[in-house]
């Protein structure tokens, strides 16, 4: 056998290996973090001729071609993405972080929540996990629980707590773990924009401490352009002491989370964190629910540059734990608003890579 036949078999072998890799097992955090994209042909987790990729990958070559009507100069080139359900799960069964509270409440050995607390986790697991739903009274407790179960951590520890929980697995998902659950194919989209002048941030109601630990060398996002919910902290020592009244001694006291709600980052306050956080409003905006119109409309509205809007549809009942109903709601929303739409069900090559499936 030559040593041209060797060589050309070994490559093939190769390529098979990298290809059975890349759509028969869940992408692992590093196998997200790899993800390169510079050019429309670097592409791999969308479907053929997606119409939404080919939006995306000509507004790209626009804003990026002097003397073209739609060229955005680099200092404006802002993308801006919803976490959960745009670029990360938000199904198995709900929110990471809320799911977080339920295991922190209900299974965490070295916890003691009150009887409260427990009794609420309790009284509201089966709704979350079966997904009959929870009242607005429920989910406002929720919420407020989502802080109080830490109360007392410092920010290392709140965040080693995250680390540890993302090696868990996803409910309702084969073969996939929560810090894995990222979609591939907005992976891709991250990396494209990132690699062709684009800021790229996220802009979420999840909180910062929360989605910095997910995205922490896996998403092509740097820490300082991460935007979430505020967790509200204070010191061992603070007592009663306002903030800007206290004198912070680094030999005698910690700054913990003081276990207050979450100043919640949705809706039309991701608009005011825009403004405030990155000062200049955005060319593309990429969301998934009405949680995010706000930034979605704030994207389109009275801009000086080629903008658009962008939604997730969860359309997919066999690779994700898709809605139909919800799904087509929010298409005609976007529809009369004028957001373009991502199907995962028809656009997405894979999700998670071809071994993840929705449970039996």
């Known amino acids: 056998m030559t040593k041209k036949i060797l060589s050309y078999l070994l490559v093939?072998?190769?390529?098979?290996?990298?290809?059975?890799?890349?759509?028969?097992?869940?992408?692992?955090?590093?196998?997200?973090?790899?993800?390169?994209v510079?050019?429309?042909?670097d592409f791999r987790y969308w479907n053929l001729n997606s119409p939404t990729l080919n939006k995306i990958i000509k507004f790209v070559e626009e804003a990026n071609t002097p003397g073209h009507k739609n060229f955005i100069p680099k200092q404006n080139r802002v993308a801006v993405f919803d976490m959960d359900g745009t670029i990360y799960c938000e199904t198995a069964p709900l929110y990471f972080q809320e799911t977080m509270f339920l295991y922190r409440a209900l299974e965490d050995k070295n916890y003691s929540p009150t009887k409260?607390?427990?009794?609420?986790?309790?009284?509201?697991?089966?709704?979350?996990?079966?997904?009959?739903?929870?009242?607005?009274?429920?989910?406002?407790?929720?919420?407020?629980n989502l802080t109080a179960a830490y109360k007392g951590m410092t920010p290392?520890?709140?965040?080693?707590?995250?680390?540890d929980f993302m090696q868990t697995n996803e409910t309702g998902l084969t073969n996939?773990?929560?810090?894995?659950?990222?979609?591939?194919?907005?992976?891709?989209?991250?990396?494209?924009?990132?690699?062709?002048?684009?800021?790229?941030?996220?802009?979420?109601?999840?909180?910062?401490?929360?989605?910095?630990?997910?995205?922490?060398?896996?998403?092509p996002v740097n820490p300082n352009r991460i935007i979430g919910s505020d967790f509200g902290y204070t010191t061992t020592n603070m007592g009663s002491d306002a903030p800007d009244k206290h004198f912070y001694d680094r030999y005698k006291e910690k700054v913990v989370i003081a276990g207050t709600p979450l100043k919640d980052n949705a809706q039309s306050r991701k608009i005011f964190s825009i403004i405030n956080q990155i000062g200049k409003k955005p060319t593309l905006a990429f969301g998934n629910s009405?949680?995010?119109?706000?930034?979605?409309?704030?994207?389109?509205?009275?801009?000086?540059?080629?903008?658009?809007?962008?939604?997730?549809?969860?359309d997919d009942t066999k690779r994700e734990?898709?809605?139909l109903k919800k799904a087509e709601n929010m298409k005609n929303t976007a529809i009369s608003r004028g957001w373009n739409t991502i199907s995962m069900r028809d656009e997405f090559k894979t999700i998670y890579g071809d071994n993840v499936k929705r449970a039996k």
Do not use: H, W
């Open 12 to 36: 093939t072998a190769c390529a098979v290996a990298v290809f059975f890799c890349e759509t028969t097992n869940a992408a692992s955090r590093e196998e997200v973090a790899a993800i390169k």
């Open 38 to 41: 510079e050019t429309a042909k």
């Open 116 to 144: 409260e607390m427990r009794d609420f986790a309790a009284k509201i697991k089966p709704k979350i996990y079966n997904k009959t739903g929870i009242t607005k009274e429920e989910n406002d407790e929720l919420f407020n």
């Open 156 to 163: 290392e520890e709140y965040r080693a707590y995250v680390r």
């Open 176 to 219: 996939l773990k929560r810090g894995e659950a990222f979609y591939l194919p907005m992976m891709e989209i991250m990396s494209y924009l990132g690699n062709n002048g684009f800021e790229v941030y996220i802009v979420t109601a999840c909180s910062y401490l929360t989605t910095r630990e997910l995205a922490e060398g896996v998403v």
């Open 290 to 314: 009405m949680g995010d119109s706000g930034m979605l409309e704030y994207t389109l509205q009275d801009n000086l540059y080629n903008s658009a809007a962008f939604v997730v549809l969860c």
């Open 321 to 323: 734990l898709g809605n």
